[in-house]
């Protein structure tokens, strides 16, 4: 059972992060690490399939899914698509259809990140969150279950509660024995996802698989070229359909941003980066705030965080330790909104006070089939490390380089152990194609922080212009509220045109 801490943490993204902005269908406790690998692996599987797609017979959408104006369907796609004609999997799309002939440009494709996030219900959360109408009018909206995820062919490793919730970030590692003991879970889950009955889609659920789905929803739709919004993990995915398919992208664009090599070993210290980041706004508004008993200066507030950590690393509380302490912490972080939440229960645990129970079960945070095909696409996009001494070296490098949370994200994962060998060398995103990009990004992200966008930056060139804006938060256009970057958005979506040159956005009050 998870213990009293986990539930309250639970408790607080529920209430807190997801009211603050429940249509970004995001999981926080998922591991945005980066970087880029060149391997030489199997024969690149063609950007382009010869099979003809499903045609779109559009419908009600699923019970959990439906809201008015939505419509869903299910198309058919390769599993691999190195073999067109063989065994396909489902794919589930919705649309929200302009109800604007005269002014409907096309199709505005959504993806809200992961991976391992659920899309098909993200067009109407993007209503909810102040999608103009001028972008409705323009476009479809179309959502997407990505391959192996909800209402498409969905993939289980049969985890447990308690490895949904520490699936996609590693624990905390305050020892090179911790790691050992890490690494004999993450064997567990990579036996599990094995001999799950969704095994057989091990090698396929990838990103470059899940881009190429894409194209197919394109053609089954008709349409010569897609535009894309696509959020976190979204922006890597969004990359990767771009080259491999420079020309039938519109309007493209990537918010808070991966590096361009997605998520994988080699980059993972710019994760905890992005908590060295993004904890001093936190300790700004706790310092602003007295009456939390957590410090009179920023400096003081971060002392805190160490303070608190290493007391539950000697002593756990009801099962609590120091890790889930930092994981926590780390969840919250991506959300100014969730900032009184989260001093409230480092005050609780500064007090000696134990902390409320929480909520019931969250379906996007606790749930074996988000947190399984997050493992399936991370694992199967690239090679890592098989040796559980280089991940403990990598822990003790990374806990001296990024005391905050280096240790954690350089801790071994379920990867070192998985049974199939990635089915083609990652996409390496490049500049080949139209100038059609626009970047949105926080100077301050703790999930996809501002030196991964760089890189992203970097490889599209030409093709890309970034927008950044002032201040600390996870996903910017329409959820982060800042008028002057969603209006460069808005404009680039309705009518192409991106800033002149590279634009900086003020921040806004929150």
Request: hydrophobic share 40%; charged share 20%.
């Amino acid at each position: 059972m998870p213990s009293v801490l986990a539930a309250y943490g639970e408790h607080l993204l529920n209430e807190q992060q997801r009211r603050a902005n429940r249509q970004f269908q995001r999981k926080a406790l998922t591991a945005l690490t980066v970087a880029a690998v060149a391997t030489t692996l199997l024969p690149a599987v063609p950007a382009a399939a010869t099979a003809t797609p499903s045609a779109v017979r559009w419908g009600p959408c699923p019970e959990n899914v439906a809201a008015s104006g939505l419509e869903c369907s299910t198309l058919k796609v390769p599993l691999d698509y190195r073999k067109p004609d063989g065994r396909t999997i489902d794919i589930a799309i919705s649309r929200l259809a302009s109800k604007n002939p005269t002014r409907r440009r096309g199709v505005l494709l959504l993806n809200p990140g992961g991976p391992g996030a659920a899309g098909l219900r993200f067009p109407v959360d993007l209503v909810a969150a102040g999608m103009p109408r001028s972008v409705l009018d323009t476009y479809d909206v179309i959502g997407f279950d990505p391959r192996g995820v909800g209402h498409s062919t969905p993939v289980t490793c049969a985890l447990t509660p308690e490895q949904q919730l520490r699936g996609n970030v590693p624990p905390y590692a305050p020892t090179a024995a911790y790691v050992a003991k890490q690494a004999e879970e993450a064997k567990a889950v990579a036996r599990q996802c094995a001999t799950s009955k969704t095994g057989f889609m091990l090698p396929y659920v990838t990103t470059a698989n899940t881009a190429r789905d894409m194209d197919r929803i394109r053609q089954a739709l008709g349409e010569p070229k897609l535009s894309y919004l696509g959020y976190s993990y979204g922006s890597h995915l969004g990359a990767v359909y771009t080259t491999l398919f420079p020309q039938r992208g519109d309007r493209i664009v990537i918010d808070s941003n991966l590096p361009p090599s997605g998520i994988n070993y080699e980059d993972r210290s710019l994760f905890a980066r992005g908590v060295e980041d993004r904890l001093p706004d936190f300790a700004e508004y706790a310092a602003a705030h007295p009456g939390y008993g957590l410090g009179s200066t920023p400096e003081q507030v971060t002392e805190k965080y160490f303070e608190l950590a290493e007391r539950l690393d000697r002593t756990p509380v009801q099962g609590a330790d120091g890790a889930l302490f930092r994981m926590i912490t780390f969840s919250m972080l991506f959300r100014d909104a969730n900032f009184p939440a989260l001093a409230g229960l480092w005050q609780s645990i500064g007090t000696g006070q134990a902390p409320p129970a929480g909520a019931a079960d969250d379906p996007v945070l606790n749930s074996d089939n988000s947190m399984s095909s997050h493992q399936y696409v991370v694992c199967g996009d690239s090679r890592w490390p098989r040796s559980i001494h280089t991940y403990q070296r990598a822990v003790e490098a990374d806990r001296k380089r990024y005391p905050m949370f280096g240790a954690a994200t350089a801790n071994i994962r379920p990867c070192a152990f998985w049974p199939s060998d990635p089915i083609e060398a990652p996409v390496r995103v490049n500049d080949r194609g139209p100038s059609n990009v626009l970047m949105v990004q926080f100077l301050r992200d703790a999930g996809t922080p501002l030196a991964g966008a760089k890189k992203m930056q970097r490889a599209l060139g030409d093709r890309a212009r970034m927008v950044t804006v002032e201040q600390g938060g996870h996903g910017v256009y329409l959820l982060g509220k800042n008028t002057c970057a969603d209006t460069a958005v808005t404009t680039f979506l309705t009518t192409g045109k991106r800033p002149v040159r590279e634009l900086t956005c003020a921040a806004e009050p929150a």
